[in-house]
């Protein structure tokens, strides 16, 4: 079974500093999905980026990148310009791409706090 | 656009009731889940859903019950809610895309505690 990892349960980072999130996982499938969702006190889940493990460039939307590095199986997060409204649980996911259910196995979450 | 929409938001049970969650979403997803949400823990599955009529196990699926009677419904069901069930119950739907990168579109959460 697919495991993932976040070994940082808690991280500050100052207004309009970039920081990273850490993420490892577990998998002897070749073919799969990769996501970071983002969980502000409101308790929404809010999709921040995804990556197919198939595609060598790493995703990037606007302040958020992501750094894929399949042979280690890492899957880190950085937040560029950090803003007061990106402080939040952070949790990244595994997808299989096979299995017909498309899954996710979560991390169990990293908070981030941004300070003014 | 309401997206999934979960129904209690907030729900207080004592140890033995039952109850039911509902969550709906009209996006015409063909795929619905169950999660839970502990601190600490993340989220784990509990049921899923691959099409109308169809239910499956999770990763902690022990005293819930499910239905997917209709496409756009998912129903959790706790018969003899227990304390150790106290938590965050979200759900969540995607297309069948067949390819797994399409993303999972979240309700806002149902907190429920048992005393």
């Known amino acids: 079974a697919q495991t993932v990892t976040q070994s940082q349960p808690e991280m500050s980072v100052q207004e309009a500093e970039t920081v990273t999130l850490s993420c490892t996982y577990d998998t002897s499938e070749s073919d799969y999905y990769l996501f970071w969702y983002k969980q502000p006190p409101s308790r929404q889940m809010i999709l921040v980026i995804r990556?197919?493990?198939?595609?060598?460039q790493n995703a990037t939307e606007n302040r958020f990148s992501v750094n894929f590095q399949k042979a280690a199986k890492s899957f880190s997060l950085k937040i560029s310009d950090s803003q007061l409204g990106d402080a939040a649980m952070y949790f990244c996911?595994?997808?299989?791409?096979?299995?017909?259910?498309?899954?996710?196995?979560f991390g169990k979450g990293m908070k981030l706090t941004v300070n003014p | 656009n309401a997206g999934v929409t979960q129904t209690p938001k907030f729900r207080v049970l004592k140890t033995g009731q039952s109850m039911t969650l509902l969550c709906a979403q009209d996006?015409?997803?063909?795929?619905m889940y169950w999660y839970r949400q502990d601190p600490g823990m993340g989220l784990r599955l509990i049921h899923y859903?691959?099409?109308?009529?169809?239910?499956a196990k999770g990763e902690v699926p022990d005293g819930y019950n499910v239905s997917r009677l209709k496409k756009q419904n998912f129903l959790l069901g706790l018969e003899s809610a227990a304390p150790s069930q106290t938590s965050v119950y979200f759900c969540a739907s995607s297309p069948s895309s067949g390819l797994g990168n399409q993303p999972q579109h979240f309700g806002d959460g149902t907190r429920l505690s048992i005393l």
């Open positions: 996006m015409n997803h063909e795929y």
């Open positions: 996911a595994y997808r299989s791409q096979w299995g017909g259910s498309e899954k996710l196995v």
């Open positions: 990556q197919e493990a198939y595609k060598q």
């Open positions: 859903s691959v099409g109308e009529g169809t239910t």
